[in-house]
């Protein structure tokens, strides 16, 4: 398998996202395994700088295409040019990003072939990646293999494998590729920040906080809300203040339930779940979250789940490693003020 193992390196603006790395760490796994080498593919603009950092995390050679043309991300164009860098590979493995998951199956396409997205885990099966994936929101793991095809595609879901330590001393070989493309019929013009500092995808701590944050009884508005909706979303501020503290002392990103962001609670970014973030992290602290299936289809794979709900028939202490049946509005304060004197904060 000499030069067959390929790694797609996936970027905004020249900056990894840290899921590239981590699969780098997998090709590096496969090339090991099988006596091969790790030819990594980076696309962009003005990414020489990407393509070397690619060498320190684990590749062995890097395929970069570095035209204008490419600067920005666009479905056609990246498929074509992935298309044709890898109709050698064997296994081509990409890290499950929102441009990923179109990318691998447009090359899955063109290529004719399989792919498996959103991989957790995986075994090698003489020359097979018998890949394994959550399916039916996280409900059923399917083990999916792809015999006859090449090159067999994976996409791994994001802190589902580690992340390799970068070494500035490793060599390998950057290969400038000739950009041909037919006509690239989508501009990009222009991207906006929808809110800063929420990585929740990247997060080695969450906490999280559901409809159960906005429900203190013994906090009372002041006179001048008189609104029925503004004297919750007011309850809903302090309720989220609280969970905010716990997060910011645990250096935690901040998460949420769809109840809570439907409400209007805290912004769509934060929401955790079928329909928004599916996340791995090492810690998931959930606040007044019940634990509906939707919900866990986003979480269910985080490695400590913390759950704190007043009903403790709540099906999130099904999942959860530990559980605080209570009122939140106790526990979470106490649960901060406990880990700020550990911490020292
Ligand atoms: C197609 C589809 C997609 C969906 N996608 C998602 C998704 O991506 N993410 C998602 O989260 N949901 C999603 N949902 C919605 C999901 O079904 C649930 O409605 C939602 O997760 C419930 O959010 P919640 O747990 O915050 O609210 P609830 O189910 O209302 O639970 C609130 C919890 O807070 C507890 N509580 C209340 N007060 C306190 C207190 N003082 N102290 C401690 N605990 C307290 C209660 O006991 C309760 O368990 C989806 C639904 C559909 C149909």
């Known amino acids: 398998m000499a030069n067959k193992i390929f790694v797609y390196i996936d970027h905004f603006n020249g900056q990894a996202l840290p899921a590239s790395w981590e699969a780098v760490g997998v090709a590096r796994t496969l090339a090991d395994h099988f006596s091969s080498v790790v030819t990594a593919v980076v696309l962009g603009y003005e990414v020489e700088g ?31 040019m992935v298309s044709q860098l890898t109709t050698e590979a064997e296994i081509l493995v990409l890290p499950t990003t929102s441009r990923t998951r179109e990318l691998a199956g447009m090359v899955a396409v063109d290529l004719e072939t399989g792919m498996a997205p959103d991989v957790i885990t995986f075994e090698i099966d003489g020359d097979a990646v018998l890949a394994t994936r959550p399916i039916y929101a996280g409900k059923l793991l399917t083990k999916v293999v792809c015999r006859e095809k090449r090159p067999q595609i994976i996409t791994l879901r994001t802190r589902a494998f580690p992340k390799p330590e970068p070494d500035s001393g490793r060599s390998g070989e950057v290969i400038r590729v000739e950009v041909v493309m037919g006509e690239v019929v989508t501009e990009v013009t222009g991207y906006t920040e929808s809110e800063a500092g929420v990585s929740l995808a990247d997060a080695a701590i969450i906490v999280s ?19 029925e909706k503004e004297q919750e979303m ?66 269910r794979t985080s490695k400590v789940i913390v759950a704190i709900n007043k009903d403790s028939e709540a099906p999130i202490f099904k999942l959860a490693r530990f559980g605080v049946a209570g009122d939140l509005f106790d526990i979470v304060p106490a649960f901060t003020r406990a880990l700020k004197e550990r911490l020292g904060k």
């Open 234 to 299: 007011w309850r809903a501020q302090q309720g989220f203040a609280l969970v905010r503290q716990l997060a910011e002392t645990l250096g935690a990103a901040m998460g949420a339930s769809r109840a809570a962001v439907d409400a209007g609670y805290i912004p769509y970014p934060h929401q955790v779940g079928q329909t928004g973030k599916v996340v791995s992290p090492d810690l998931y602290v959930a606040c007044g979250i019940s634990g509906a299936i939707q919900h866990l289809a986003g979480m």
């Open 209 to 227: 906080g559901g409809r159960g944050v906005s429900s203190n009884p013994k906090l009372t508005p002041p006179d001048e809300i008189t609104d």
């Open 50 to 80: 990407l393509a070397n950092l690619s060498i320190e995390y684990g590749a062995d050679r890097v395929l970069m295409g570095d035209d204008p043309e490419l600067k920005d991300y666009r479905p056609e164009p990246f498929a074509e």
